[in-house]
């Protein structure tokens, strides 16, 4: 999945949630066809050099499938945030009390029924636009966005969220302190929309325990597309816990957590398709699995513990 962002000529492009770069070593530490051309090179270039023995793999696990069967809508989830910022226009994250530096931002305010178009000034970097907790379209990130709303049924005010995600930063070149969020006004009418409240969801260990042991999640599994919701469920793992590879085939966009600890993104484009599980940060017994899907979820509302990295699924570009 592309998650990192970096940048040339300005321009934005990602890389993978994995940190296997064609390196001797992949990410679970296992050596490659890599290392074994290194050794024997390097046996070629110094005949008589002692070389230590080959390390071995770790054991890898396939624990199966688990259920993520309770579900809540994160528009409903604001309570355990920080307290909002408000603002007469939209802020980037960094300029929030909170001084947000990672994560999502979630801009809501109250929309006329007038209004069946706004625009969306520049987004970094990719974003959900939700009319009364209910999903209504993608954000890009461009320079501006125009999009159409459905019409009110009811002729009454309605909740406008846009929810935006940080997808890395760049450490070099001249986007190095690029702010994050939306950048610049949303407008009807070509008026700009005022009065924006601005949660913080940074999914820290904190909001994750609070989110978890609260009482908002539900069971019936949604009729509709929810838009951006957490799914929860446990691996059960019986003697001692072994590395593994979580399968997201079938799930759209997010994050997935362990325990509380942030395993990483996925996207359904490709090429990257599993995530790595070490298992240090699994236990014996009951481990929490909660998913943050931005798009869509699964339909089956299910994921899969493999014992093998895929990592060359092809992508939605060819």
Same mark, same amino acid.
């Given at each position: 999945?592309?998650?990192?962002?970096?940048?040339?000529?300005?321009?934005?492009?990602?890389?993978?949630?994995?940190?296997?770069?064609?390196?001797?070593?992949?990410e679970?530490?296992?050596?490659?066809?890599?290392?074994?051309?290194?050794? &024997? @090179?390097?046996? $070629?270039?110094?005949?008589?050099? =002692?070389?230590?023995?080959? /390390? *071995?793999? !770790?054991?890898?696990?396939?624990?199966?499938?688990?259920?993520? &069967? @309770?579900?809540? $809508?994160?528009?409903?989830?604001? =309570?355990?945030?920080?307290? /909002? *910022?408000? !603002?007469d226009?939209?802020?980037?994250?960094?300029?929030?009390?909170?001084?947000?530096?990672?994560?999502?931002?979630?801009?809501?305010?109250?929309?006329?029924?007038?209004?069946?178009?706004?625009?969306?000034?520049?987004?970094?970097?990719?974003?959900?636009?939700?009319?009364?907790?209910?999903?209504?379209?993608?954000?890009?990130?461009?320079?501006?966005?125009t999009?159409?709303?459905?019409?009110?049924?009811?002729?009454?005010?309605?909740?406008?969220?846009?929810l935006?995600?940080?997808?890395?930063?760049?450490?070099?070149?001249?986007?190095?302190?690029?702010?994050?969020?939306?950048?610049?006004?949303?407008?009807?009418?070509?008026?700009?929309?005022?009065?924006?409240?601005?949660y913080?969801?940074?999914?820290?260990?904190?909001?994750l325990?609070?989110?978890?042991?609260?009482?908002?999640?539900?069971?019936?599994?949604?009729?509709?597309?929810?838009?951006?919701?957490?799914?929860?469920?446990?691996?059960?793992?019986?003697?001692?816990?072994?590395?593994t590879?979580?399968?997201?085939?079938?799930?759209?966009?997010?994050?997935?957590?362990i325990?509380?600890?942030?395993?990483?993104?996925?996207?359904?484009?490709?090429?990257?398709?599993?995530?790595?599980?070490?298992?240090?940060?699994?236990?014996?017994?009951?481990?929490?699995?909660?998913?943050?899907?931005?798009?869509?979820?699964?339909?089956?509302?299910?994921?899969?513990?493999?014992?093998?990295?895929?990592?060359?699924?092809?992508?939605?570009?060819?």
């Amino acid at each position: 999945a592309h998650t990192h962002a970096h940048t040339h000529a300005h321009t934005h492009a990602h890389t993978h949630a994995h940190t296997d770069y064609n390196a001797p070593l992949n990410e679970a530490g296992d050596i490659t066809p890599k290392y074994l051309m290194l050794r &024997a @090179l390097l046996e $070629k270039k110094f005949p008589g050099m =002692q070389l230590p023995p080959v /390390p *071995h793999n !770790s054991p890898k696990m396939e624990y199966g499938e688990v259920s993520l &069967a @309770l579900y809540v $809508k994160l528009a409903d989830v604001t =309570q355990y945030t920080h307290k /909002p *910022h408000q !603002s007469d226009s939209p802020l980037p994250m960094e300029y929030l009390d909170s001084g947000q530096s990672f994560g999502f931002i979630l801009y809501r305010t109250k929309l006329s029924s007038k209004h069946q178009f706004i625009t969306v000034g520049e987004v970094r970097d990719f974003g959900m636009v939700m009319l009364d907790k209910s999903p209504v379209q993608q954000l890009a990130g461009l320079a501006e966005q125009t999009l159409y709303l459905p019409k009110s049924v009811d002729g009454k005010e309605r909740v406008l969220d846009l929810l935006i995600e940080n997808m890395g930063r760049m450490n070099f070149d001249a986007l190095i302190n690029e702010r994050k969020g939306i950048l610049g006004d949303v407008k009807a009418s070509n008026a700009a929309l005022k009065n924006w409240l601005m949660y913080s969801f940074d999914f820290t260990q904190a909001f994750l325990d609070t989110v978890d042991s609260g009482a908002l999640w539900l069971r019936t599994p949604p009729t509709s597309d929810p838009g951006p919701a957490l799914y929860k469920g446990n691996l059960v793992i019986s003697g001692k816990p072994q590395d593994t590879f979580m399968d997201m085939e079938g799930w759209s966009k997010g994050v997935v957590f362990i325990n509380g600890v942030n395993i990483g993104r996925y996207w359904s484009i490709g090429p990257q398709r599993t995530l790595y599980v070490p298992a240090p940060i699994l236990k014996s017994g009951l481990n929490r699995v909660i998913i943050f899907e931005m798009l869509q979820s699964k339909r089956s509302q299910t994921v899969s513990f493999v014992g093998a990295a895929v990592l060359d699924k092809p992508t939605l570009f060819g």
